[in-house]
């Protein structure tokens, strides 16, 4: 299994525009952020987790040629609105299996209604073929990845989180119910959500991210949806041995 972080910034990107704190004018790689995404290889599959508005420019920065699989975690536009730039692949390998829960298909067929409902004539449209995952209802694609959608809550909405074998994703949550938590133990990796240092109404911020790390015990964490109260050298004595800021580009590997 390999895990890339295509992009680990929360909503607005860091740097944020127009702002002048330090974070957003740092240097350091580490501190230049991407709309969260990741892409997940493993036995010649490639399966991308979320299209984020930064998509096209993360799949030229990654050298991404194929992907065999889309993953939806749920339709909020920093998550969602680069979908339109999975044309390009699909000239070239046709239509594009994409998962979404039911809430999340209803809202990206308010986004991408022309996607849905085409009335216009020209210009080539997105094709994809709709899966609705179902929490706790695992689905394989190829032979050797099994796929573990969980529930997570963000503010009042129901978020897939996915678990890959021992490689879990759970980005834009606030709680996690206690029938994911059972699916998120034994882990290699888990990657989760830290918005900030200060409390928030819909994401995790890094005290309650270290509380569920604590509890639920995986072998290395990463913390991802960074804003730009986080500079990775600056608060990284926040964290325990094993728990990390992620950063764009960072490859995670299980060999
Ligand atoms: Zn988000
Ligand atoms: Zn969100």
Known sequence: MKLTFLGTGTSTGVPSIGCDCEACLSDDPKD????????IEHADKKILVDTSIDFRQQA??????????????????????????IRPLNF???????????????GLQQFFHYIFNPTHIGGGLPQLIPHTVVKNSPFCIGEDIEITPLEVIHGKLPVIAYRFNDFAY???LKTIPQDSLDGLRDLDVLVLDCVRIKAHTTHLCLE?????IAELKPKRAFLTHL??????????????????????GLVLTDD
């Not at 046709?94 to 809430?103: F, K, L, Q, S």
């Not at 986080?230 to 992620?246: G, T």
Request: proline share 1%.
């Open 32 to 39: 230049k952020r991407l709309r969260v995404s990741i892409l």
């Open 60 to 85: 030229l920065r990654a050298g991404i040629q194929k992907l065999d699989a889309v993953l939806i975690t749920h339709c909020h536009v920093d998550h969602v609105f680069g979908l339109d730039d």
């Open 92 to 106: 070239r390998y046709g239509a594009m299996g994409v998962y979404a829960n039911d809430i999340a298909w209803q």
């Open 170 to 172: 759970a980005t834009d």
């Open 208 to 212: 309650e991210a270290l509380e569920y």
């Open 227 to 248: 804003n730009h109260d986080i500079m990775y050298e600056r608060e990284k004595h926040l964290l325990p041995d094993n728990v990390q800021f992620a950063y764009d």
